[in-house]
T-cell receptor, first 114, second 111 residues
Framework: EAGVTQFPSHSVIEKGQTVTLRCDPISGHDNLYWYRRVMGKEIKFLLHFVKESKQDESGMPNNRFLAERTGGTYSTLKVQPAELEDSGVYFC????????????FGPGTRLTVL | QKEVEQDPGPLSVPEGAIVSLNCTYSNSAFQYFMWYRQYSRKGPELLMYTYSSGNKEDGRFTAQVDKSSKYISLFIRDSQPSDSATYLCAGLTGGGNKLTFGTGTQLKVEL
């Protein structure tokens, strides 16, 4: 069974540009999460989807970030316009949604904003 | 104050040593405590979790939680070079889905 996949693995953009990150969860996982790790800091929660609905978006830093999960399958996270402080590693995780189910993480997308 | 504090290391030990990794937390609402292992350029992978206070053992790994002192520990016995990774502790509230991570401790087990 394929794990959580993320694309691209690495993105380098200039300040002010737009970047879209993609996450494909494990097949059948209704829950999808986005997390971010800024250099030197801990991994922080961004938001949580249950199927196509946003369950919790309390960690989204500001309105330059837009997450979507149309059809309840893959998800995209768009940053527009990107700022220097958006640099970091963006992780996606998925889970089945049962009580205390394991969140399976993807390898992350390393975003560098110059 | 961070909700989960963890010494970033790096921690270097010889093969076969017992490793002790520790975290403290401040959020009293945490009921579940996880340990994740992350290899370089990979995503975090769940090692084990405990519910409330107590111990849990899985092979060479033992997780301990002391809720009275808000202290979380992971012990690795007979450490191997393949254990070299970053170890992340995390807390989870009851019924919640949002993991709150520490910064991670980088461990290197040397031959």
């Amino acid at each position: 069974e394929a794990g959580v996949t993320q694309f691209p693995s690495h993105s380098v953009i200039e300040k002010g540009q737009t970047v879209t990150l993609r996450c494909d969860p494990i097949s059948g996982h209704d829950n999808l999460y986005w997390y971010r790790r800024v250099m030197g800091k801990e991994i922080k929660f961004l938001l949580h989807f249950v199927k196509e609905s946003k369950q919790d978006e309390s960690g989204m830093p500001n309105n330059r970030f837009l997450a979507e999960r149309t059809g309840g399958t893959y998800s995209t996270l768009k940053v527009q316009p990107a700022e220097l402080e958006d640099s970091g590693v963006y992780f996606c995780a998925s889970s089945t949604g049962t009580n205390l189910d394991t969140q399976y993480f993807g390898p992350g997308t390393r975003l560098t904003v110059l | 104050q961070k909700e989960v504090e963890q010494d970033p290391g790096p921690l270097s030990v010889p093969e076969g040593a017992i490793v002790s990794l520790n975290c403290t937390y401040s959020n009293s609402a945490f009921q579940y405590f996880m340990w994740y292992r992350q290899y370089s350029r990979k995503g975090p992978e769940l090692l084990m979790y405990t519910y409330s206070s107590g111990n849990k053992e899985d092979g060479r790994f033992t997780a301990q939680v002391d809720k009275s002192s808000k202290y979380i520990s992971l012990f690795i016995r007979d450490s191997q070079p393949s254990d070299s990774a970053t170890y992340l502790c995390a807390g989870l509230t009851g019924g919640g889905n949002k993991l709150t991570f520490g910064t991670g401790t980088q461990l290197k087990v040397e031959l």
